[in-house]
C-alpha cells in the first residue's frame, strides 16, 4: 500500500509514523508513507496556499490552485483508489471504514487547514471525506495519522499475530474484553479462573459474554 499525504504542515506527521508499528510497517516493506508539502505547489513568490473566503467571515481557505496542482502531479505518476480529505464535516470513521480502506493499493489525503478547502477542490477531486469524531481539530494531519494508524495495522504482516487486529475493539460489532497478565493476584485481586482453566473453548466463551457486557455497560449504541 501507498498513502501519500498533503499538508500545509507535513512536520507535524513525521513523529507518528517514525517510530512503532508504523515505522516497522515502512522498514517491512508493507506500506509506503510520502508527505507532501502543499507550499511546494504555490503559484506565487510566497508560497500562499490560502486567502480570504468570499463573501466575507473570520478564517481563510484553501485555494483550488496549489491543491490541483499537486493532485494532477501525483496522479499523474499513479492511480488513487480513494482521494481523502480529512474534515469535520466528512463521514464519521470507524472500524467497517478503515477495513475496506486497508484493501485498498494507493490511497492519497488532503489535511484540512484554516477555515477549509474551496469548496470546488472537493467536489472536483475529493471521493471520500472522513471525520474522526464530533470536534473539530486546527488541522486535519491528526486525523490523516490516525487513519492511516487504523488502516496500515490491519495490513498482513504489519503485526507479529495477525490475530490480533482480528480480536480488537468493533471487529464484531463488540467492544473487547478484559485482559489480564502476570501475576495471577495483585493486591489482592485474581486473574478469572476460566483464563487459567487451559480450556480454549470456555475462555473463547467467557470473552464473547464479557465483550456483550461491557458494550452494553459502556457503548450500548453499538448494540
Not at 496556499?49 to 491543491?67: L, W
Not at 463488540?174 to 478469572?192: I, Q, S
Amino acid at each position: 500500500m501507498r498513502i501519500d499525504i498533503v499538508s500545509v504542515v507535513p512536520d507535524l506527521l513525521i513523529s507518528p509514523f517514525g517510530a512503532s508499528i508504523m515505522q516497522r510497517a515502512q522498514d517491512k516493506g508493507l506500506v509506503e508513507v510520502h508527505l507532501h508539502n502543499l507550499r511546494n505547489w504555490a503559484t506565487d513568490n510566497y508560497k500562499s496556499v490560502d486567502d480570504y473566503q468570499y463573501g466575507g467571515g473570520a478564517g481563510m481557505v484553501m485555494m483550488c490552485e496549489p491543491i490541483e496542482k499537486c493532485f494532477e502531479e501525483l496522479m499523474a505518476e499513479r492511480h488513487y483508489d480513494q482521494i481523502i480529505y480529512l474534515t469535520p464535516d466528512g463521514s464519521v470513521f470507524n472500524q467497517k471504514m478503515a477495513n475496506k480502506l486497508s484493501l485498498q493499493g494507493n490511497l492519497l489525503m488532503l489535511c484540512g487547514h484554516y477555515k477549509g478547502v474551496d469548496q470546488r477542490i472537493r467536489d472536483t477531486y475529493i471521493t471520500l471525506e472522513i471525520s474522526i469524531g464530533d470536534y473539530v481539530l486546527s488541522g486535519g494531519e491528526i486525523a490523516a495519522a490516525v487513519v492511516s494508524d487504523a488502516i496500515i495495522r490491519l495490513i498482513p504482516g504489519v503485526l507479529n499475530d495477525e490475530t490480533s487486529a482480528l480480536e480488537d475493539s468493533f471487529q464484531d460489532g463488540l467492544l473487547a474484553p478484559p485482559v489480564y497478565t502476570r501475576p495471577a493476584e495483585w493486591n489482592g485481586l485474581k486473574v478469572p479462573e476460566v483464563l487459567l482453566s487451559g480450556n480454549f473453548k470456555k475462555i473463547e466463551q467467557w470473552r464473547h459474554e464479557q465483550a456483550i457486557q461491557q458494550t452494553q455497560k459502556r457503548r450500548p449504541d453499538l448494540l
